[in-house]
């Protein structure tokens, strides 16, 4: 029994370190395979209570650039003074990103309030890093997050 568990524990660390390497390269294959298990698995679990009061999730309220869709959209966002920032780990060619720069702005719905953000813009880590908390820095560093998207609170 205690073989198993110490396989079982070897494939675990070895998928982690593999899963990390790979974010970190920024694998195609990897990331595909993540976006698509998010948006059939993690998004359905997470959408029905991101944006509430306590939830470290929130909820980007956006429109398709060429379908005109209503989209919502769950992410993590860190707020900053003025606004939040949102790791892009996939860079910004994820299609919820795209709509928000296409569009100039969408809602964000957080902590059990609708914001109305505006002059969403592509950042990078080095400019922004000292916004972060120490554990978020950690998290940036450790799967190589180079690019975050800027959301600007409307007044």
């Not at 899963?19 to 298990?37: A, C, E, N, T, Y």
């Not at 809602?107 to 813009?121: K, Q, R």
Request: proline residues 6%; positive net charge; aromatic residues 8%.
């Amino acid at each position: 029994m205690r073989r198993l568990l110490l396989a079982a524990l070897a494939v675990l660390a070895a998928a982690g370190g593999a899963f990390v390497v790979g974010m970190r390269r920024k694998s195609p294959v990897l990331q595909d395979l993540i976006r698509q298990f998010s948006k059939h698995y993690v998004t359905p679990m997470v959408l029905p209570n991101a944006g509430g009061a306590g939830d470290g999730n929130a909820v980007v309220h956006h429109r398709g650039r060429t379908s005109g869709r209503e989209y919502a959209t769950p992410v993590t966002p860190m707020p900053v003074e003025g606004g939040f920032l949102v790791a892009l780990p996939y860079t910004a060619r994820v299609d919820w990103a795209r709509n928000v720069l296409a569009a100039g702005g969408a809602t964000v719905d957080f902590d059990g309030a609708s914001h109305e953000v505006t002059d969403p813009a592509v950042v990078r880590y080095a400019d922004i890093a000292h916004l972060l908390s120490p554990s978020s820095r950690l998290v940036a560093k450790v799967f190589a997050l180079e690019e975050f998207l800027r959301l600007r609170t409307h007044p």
